[in-house]
């Protein structure tokens, strides 16, 4: 697969599915290091998957 012949749809599709995924491994770390939880809201779980960490929280 040669980037520059490749068409820029299936680029951004290979793209999107690499941001999912990498989303996913977020959420998941998130879950596992206890920062998620039930009383969570989804504003800040927006903010611990964007990377920002707030460790007072």
Do not use: C, H
Not at 9 to 23: D, K, L, Q, T
């Amino acid at each position: 697969m040669d980037p520059l012949v490749e068409k820029p749809e299936r680029i951004a599709f290979i793209a999107y599915n690499i941001g999912i995924y990498e989303s996913i491994q977020k959420f998941a770390s998130l879950i596992l290091s206890g920062k998620r939880n039930n009383n969570i809201d989804t504003n800040k779980i927006a903010q611990l998957l964007s990377g920002n960490d707030f460790t007072n929280y």
